[in-house]
Nanobody, 121 residues
Framework: QVQLLESGGGSVQAGGSLRLSCAASAYTYFWGWFRQAPGKEREGVAAIYTNSGRAYYADSVKGRFTISRDNAKRTLYLQMNGLKPEDTAVYYC?????????????????WGQGTQVTVSS
C-alpha cells in the first residue's frame, strides 16, 4: 500500500491560482487527482502515468489545470489556474498499480486524506 500526503490547498479569489502536491511513499504506476464538493459525487480531475507522462483531464478543467509529476521525488502536482467558485472542493490524490478507467474512483487503491480548495467570487 502506498501512503499519499497532499498539500497546497487554500483559499483564493476567482481567477487565482494554486498548486497542489502529493508525496508518495513508494513508486506509483498511475495516479491522479479527484475532488468532492459538499453533496456531490467524487469526480476525477486529472490523472497521469508515472513512466510515460500521458495525462488525462476532465473537460471542466482542460486548459486551466495541469497535472505533472517528479519521479525522482515521487511527487504529483496539480497546477490550477483560472480558478472558479465551482472548483471549490476537497481535492484528493489517488494511486493504483494497474490500468483502468482513469476517472472512476473505485479503480484506485490508495488515497490521501484530502486538501481543501476554496474559491470565492
Amino acid at each position: 500500500q502506498v501512503q499519499l500526503l497532499e498539500s497546497g490547498g487554500g483559499s483564493v479569489q476567482a481567477g487565482g491560482s494554486l498548486r497542489l502536491s502529493c508525496a508518495a511513499s513508494a513508486y506509483t504506476y498511475f495516479w491522479g487527482w479527484f475532488r468532492q464538493a459538499p453533496g456531490k459525487e467524487r469526480e476525477g480531475v486529472a490523472a497521469i502515468y508515472t513512466n510515460s507522462g500521458r495525462a488525462y483531464y476532465a473537460d471542466s478543467v482542460k486548459g486551466r489545470f495541469t497535472i505533472s509529476r517528479d519521479n525522482a521525488k515521487r511527487t504529483l502536482y496539480l497546477q490550477m489556474n483560472g480558478l472558479k467558485p465551482e472548483d471549490t472542493a476537497v481535492y484528493y490524490c489517488a494511486a493504483r498499480p494497474s490500468d483502468g478507467a482513469w476517472s472512476v474512483a473505485s479503480t484506485y487503491q490508495d488515497w490521501g486524506q484530502g486538501t481543501q480548495v476554496t474559491v470565492s467570487s
